[in-house]
């Protein structure tokens, strides 16, 4: 296996740049493993493409506003923080930031930030990128993100933020707070699409993944195996793990919105966050024996790359993926390398829209 087997060439103004007015209006392509098929659909189709007794699994994650520009105090010259997490918890107003320029931000540094100049200091340098800032005077820092942070749109969204991307880049299921990018599978639904997928008698659940630079973080090594993700926040609660087990022992099959869905539900199926190599590249056929999926939360670095035997998804709707990433070698292990770079070239040709604000895959 070498990287360079999941590369692809793309057109740069197939990147879509902005989302469509209707969420669910986005095109679909489905793939079907069994038959090696490609086929072309609307999003808006996903209740005929799903059966009843499936079950989707959700990421429930929220991205923060988490993008900051401000000033150095008396030294001027312009700085941009994004802000990954909470170094303990964000009581403690302790947070480690990708920072720029970095080198011009060592400890001790006083910042201005946001429209209102709030104060921040750095504290710590735990590599040449990132920071550690505190917010002496501000009690509630995500409060303050939320009034003046910008959000963090990916880098290949060449454009400023807007207002709108404050509802746009947010699934309209999120509800806890910690992303510094979407999840963006789930960008395509809406309510009217679950009382469709409802009345269909397809369940849905979510868990909590939250979205770190990691997952987003290039595969530079020509083997991909010495690749290692950063970690990132997860949680399986006891009712998503019970949805799982009660959608398998009904025949039904798992559907993952998203690769951080597969992340998050691998790990607590498999355990300890890292991947169990094996020598199939499908998920277990619906209703068959699979590893349990027990409530769990934590740290995961889970990188999915073929060949893998998936544990506990048997479906994934996904979006179209940067080349070289290992969200692209995560799709790969789940429908077949070969399968993928069908579907792949199928979707160039196709003049599908790619990444963040882009059309998704159905596979099956």
């Given amino acids: 296996m070498r990287l360079s087997d999941f590369d692809y060439d793309l ?13 669910s209006a986005s095109r679909l392509l489905v793939v079907d493993r069994a038959a090696a098929a490609v086929r072309h659909a609307r999003f808006a189709d996903l209740p005929e493409l799903l059966a009843p007794r499936d079950l989707l699994v959700m990421n429930d ?19 941009e923080l994004l802000l ?36 921040a200091v750095v504290v710590e340098a735990p590599d040449a990128a990132r920071r550690v800032v505190t917010f002496p005077g501000t009690p509630d820092v995500l409060a303050f993100l939320r009034e003046e942070g910008h959000m963090p749109l990916p880098p290949y969204i060449r454009r400023e933020d807007t207002p709108a991307d404050r509802e746009r880049y947010q699934t309209v299921f999120a509800a806890r707070d910690g992303a510094v990018a979407a999840p963006t599978a789930g960008l395509h639904f809406t309510p009217a699409l679950f009382g469709a997928l409802a009345d269909r008698g397809v369940a849905r659940t979510a868990i ?14 020509e083997d991909p195996r ?4 950063h970690a990132e926040h997860y949680r399986v609660g006891p009712g998503a793990a019970e949805a799982v087990r009660t959608a398998r022992a009904a025949g039904g099959r798992v559907v993952a919105v998203g690769t951080t869905v597969v992340r998050c539900l691998e790990t607590a199926a498999g355990g300890g966050g890292e991947p169990r190599r094996g020598n199939a590249d499908r998920a277990a056929a619906p209703g068959a024996a699979a590893d349990p999926v027990a409530p769990a939360e934590g740290w995961t670095r889970a990188f999915l790359y073929p060949p893998y035997r ?3 998804v048997d479906a994934l709707v996904t979006n179209f993926h940067l080349p070289r990433s290992s969200l692209l070698l995560l799709v790969s292990a ?3 390398t070969d399968l993928v770079r069908k579907a792949y070239r199928e979707a160039v040709d196709a003049r599908y829209r790619f990444f963040s604000y882009g059309d998704a895959m159905l596979i099956l």
């Fill in 334 to 336: 789940f429908a077949g």
């Fill in 61 to 79: 994650t929220r991205v923060v506003p988490s993008r900051l520009f401000g000033v150095r105090e008396g030294r001027g010259g312009r700085v």
């Fill in 11 to 23: 057109p740069q103004e197939l990147i879509a740049q902005t989302p469509l007015p209707d969420r």
């Fill in 208 to 221: 909590t993944l939250h979205v770190g630079l990691g997952t987003f973080a290039p595969v530079t090594a």
């Fill in 310 to 312: 998936f544990r506990a």
């Fill in 226 to 229: 010495d690749h290692r993700m």
């Fill in 84 to 119: 990954l997490r909470p170094v303990e918890d964000a009581a403690a107003g302790r947070f480690l930031a990708l920072a720029r320029p970095a080198r011009r931000l060592e400890p001790g540094t006083r910042l201005a930030l946001g429209a209102s100049r709030t104060p």
